[in-house]
């Protein structure tokens, strides 16, 4: 009798796909295209530094109780932000917890926070503000914290501003290149050009273009991607990519895996 591992379908097999996640966050989405039979070339496009130090986080987590409702827009924030909140003794329990997404969500209830809301199908800044609870109604007045990574996008702050709220970042970690060739994680794998790419973040598109002009791999151009969020596919042309790409609108591993075997399907 067959265990569950070996029922799962191999859909995967006979495929290479480049995961470029930041290490912190790709471990279950590799572990589920393995599972599926395919291979993965693990390149990193972004390397997460966390900000333990930083003076103005540590006061904005210090006067935590005087805010109304803390924002939380990704897993290393909700990682390295409660790390901050426990090692100074802050909670939570005061106050409404939004996440811009469902993995964000997940990580914030894994730590414990039972209480946060998340949007439904739209799983981005604006998804978020359609929530009720960020109406101009609710938070007019009140203290927002919006715990992130340094030099994020702006459209968030500013839209709860102009509702009326009292806005205040808590950055607690720093993205930056990776300095591994990909040349050399392509060649560890020894594959030449995979057969797709998969691209969370718009910053992770960027800096995987940036590593193929810097290294000659031109040929990754033409690889299939399949992106998280329609902002992240309007950038897949105008950075070269030669490929219309697959759009994922939910960032969750299974959403993923899924359109990946669909795009499998399709391909054959």
């Known amino acids: 009798m067959g265990n569950k591992a070996e029922s ?7 495929y290479s796909v480049l995961v470029t996640r930041p290490e912190e966050q790709a471990g279950p989405l590799i572990a589920e295209i393995e599972k599926r039979g395919g291979q993965v070339v693990f390149a990193p496009m972004i390397v997460i530094r966390p900000r333990r130090d ?3 986080a540590r006061s904005l987590i210090g006067r935590l109780g005087e805010f109304h409702s803390v924002i939380f827009v990704s897993k290393n924030a909700v990682d390295v932000g409660l790390e901050l909140m426990r090692a100074q003794h802050q909670s939570l329990d005061h106050c409404q917890v939004y996440a811009v997404g469902v993995g964000t969500a997940s990580r914030l209830r894994e730590q414990g926070i039972a209480q946060v809301h998340t949007p439904h199908g739209e799983f981005t800044s604006e998804g978020l503000l359609k929530l009720p609870g960020l109406s101009s ?5 009140e203290n927002v914290l919006i715990v992130r990574g340094a030099g994020g996008r702006e ?6 501003a102009h509702r009326g709220a009292h806005v205040e970042y808590c950055e607690v970690y ?3 290149m990776p300095t591994e060739p990909l040349s050399k994680q392509l060649k560890a794998c020894d594959v030449a050009v995979p057969d797709v790419g998969i691209i969370t973040s718009p910053e992770a598109l960027t800096n995987l273009a940036e590593k193929i002009d810097q290294e000659g791999l031109d040929l990754l151009y033409d690889v299939p991607l399949l992106v998280v969020g329609g902002r992240t596919a309007q950038q897949v042309e105008r950075l070269g990519f030669t490929t219309p790409p697959v759009i994922v609108d939910n960032p969750g591993d299974h959403s993923i895996v899924d359109a990946l075997e669909r795009w499998v399907v399709d391909e054959q």
């Open 54 to 56: 930083d003076p103005k």
């Open 155 to 160: 459209p968030l702050a500013q839209t709860l």
């Open 8 to 14: 799962v379908p191999r859909s995967l097999e006979g």
């Open 137 to 141: 109604h609710q938070i007019d007045g």
């Open 174 to 176: 720093e993205r930056t």
